[in-house]
Nanobody, 120 residues
Framework: QVQLVESGGGLVQPGGSLTLSCAVS????????LGWYRQVPGNQRELVAV???????RYSDSVQGRFFISRDPAKNTVDLQMNSLKPEDTGVYYC??????????????WGQGTQVTVSS
């Protein structure tokens, strides 16, 4: 059973920083891709940042230069460092990962989400 568990969400003032962490079952090395998405009220889930195992991280235009994704082998997590937060960053943040079955099928996994609210 593959599980992704997010933590670190909460209330933060505009301009502040917050770090999200996603703990995974097994090893982070079992995931070809790990990433973060977010969903705001009335909108569909959107990409924030992804960390492919064999290439450089990619970010959405709205968070480029402010957010940073990293894999931490010591903690067996994928983390999202969020800086210079804006009210429009508010939303539920979801951890996402891809694994491959023995038969070669790509499996997509989602965490339950953690709320991030940016407000003064």
């Amino acid at each position: 059973q593959v599980q992704l568990v997010e933590s670190g969400g909460g209330l933060v003032q505009p301009g502040g920083s917050l770090t999200l962490s996603c703990a995974v079952s097994g090893s982070i090395f079992n995931f070809n891709v790990l990433g973060w998405y977010r969903q705001v009220p009335g909108n569909q889930r959107e990409l924030v940042a992804v960390s492919p195992k064999s290439s450089s991280a990619r970010y959405s235009d709205s968070v480029q230069g402010r957010f940073f994704i990293s894999r931490d082998p010591a903690k067996n997590t994928v983390d999202l460092q969020m800086n210079s937060l804006k009210p429009e960053d508010t939303g539920v943040y979801y951890c996402n990962g891809e694994t491959m079955s023995r038969t070669g099928r790509v499996l997509i996994h989602w965490g339950q989400g953690t709320q991030v609210t940016v407000s003064s």
